[in-house]
């Protein structure tokens, strides 16, 4: 299937292009960029990918699936063009400002027939899919409490104006994770800090207190301005706990020049020394990796594209995540905890 993408800043050079590249039964088949800068970034990684001037020309040419990838202000409108051309559309986080903007995307895809998902591509990390794996096989019994940390070294990605913020950032992945994992939230708490830049107040670092409706919590956690990197998992349950300290090995290994193309087989493993740890009555265990894997997000879509079945990450999802964080704001402005209607 032909895919194209539109941008190519820090998400289409990093964390689309090289999956899709890496997936099988697509094809990338043309990027949307318009800076010079931006398209000699093209030529240099995929020269013989067309460059296109808009989305507009992109769907003229002709493509199956689309993956939107440009500033979040600008995505609704290219978001909605997609889908009024009848094209697949894949949405990057956040996937929308609010949840009520997500259920108009919807609604519009659902009118239209056509499949729309969000790139809540951190399913597919590597400490994620063990975990998930540990839960499903009983390993832990019901878990109580989930804390899901992730610090960065990155003010100067810190997105700002009033459809940025660290929270509609990395809160989407983190909180789409909890979901995931523990399934839907029925109250929220949220604290957040905020700094001063040139677009505006912007909400920097953040922490969650999230309840589950089937009775767990979690607690979710993400700052860029602190000069701390730091990425934790910690889960306690009936049957013990599990802890994992993990590097991000997918973003570090693309970061380092690295294709997942280039070395499947092996590609998003954590080294044997950032293994996680199962703790029980019988001791302690290091749980061997599971593969990290963005490119399994996007032949996922593309199966679902065609056969007609629900993609990886849903519209649905999306707005479960997107009236979380829409809770998290009106809890950390007035000082209480609110329930998700």
Do not use: C
């Not at 740890?277 to 749980?287: F, K």
């Amino acid at each position: 299937m032909k895919i194209g993408i539109v941008g190519y800043g820090t998400g289409g050079k990093n964390f689309h292009a090289p999956f899709i590249e890496a997936a099988q039964g697509l094809e990338l088949a043309g990027i949307v960029a318009r800076a010079p800068a931006t398209i000699a970034k093209v030529k240099a990684d995929f020269p013989d990918v067309p460059i296109y001037a808009s989305l507009t020309a992109m769907l003229a040419a002709g493509i199956d699936i689309v993956t939107i990838t440009t500033p979040p202000q600008t995505r609704r409108e290219l978001v909605l063009e997609a889908i009024a051309a009848g094209v697949a559309v894949i949405a990057d986080k956040p996937f929308a400002p609010d949840a009520k903007t997500g259920r108009e995307l919807a609604a519009a895809a659902a009118a239209k027939g056509v499949v729309l998902g969000a790139y809540h591509n951190r399913r597919f990390d590597a400490d994620l899919q063990t975990l998930k794996q540990l839960i499903e096989q009983q390993r832990l019994g019901r878990v109580w409490r989930l804390h899901n940390r992730m610090d960065l070294d990155e003010p100067q990605t810190l997105e700002g104006g009033p459809t940025g913020g660290l929270l509609r950032d990395m809160g989407s992945h983190l909180v789409d994770q909890a979901i995931w994992l523990l399934g839907p939230v029925k109250r929220v708490y949220a604290q957040l800090d905020h700094v001063e830049v040139a677009e505006g107040t912007t909400d920097a670092s953040f922490v969650l207190t999230l309840t589950h409706q089937n009775g767990s919590h979690s607690h979710v956690s993400s700052s860029k301005i602190n000069h701390l990197i730091a990425r934790e998992l910690r889960v306690y349950a009936e049957k013990g706990s599990f802890t994992s300290y993990g590097t991000d090995v997918q973003a570090q290994a693309i970061f380092a020049g690295k294709r997942p193309a280039d070395d499947l087989a092996s590609w998003g493993y954590e080294a044997e020394a950032n293994w996680g740890t199962l703790n029980t009555e019988q001791g302690s265990e290091r749980v061997p990796s599971a593969q990290g894997a963005y490119h399994a997000y996007y032949e996922a879509f593309a199966e679902a594209v065609r056969q007609g079945t629900p993609p990886p990450v849903t519209a649905e999802q999306a707005i479960e995540v997107l009236a979380v964080l829409d809770a998290a704001f009106i809890s950390a402005r007035e000082n209480r905890v609110v329930d998700i209607s």
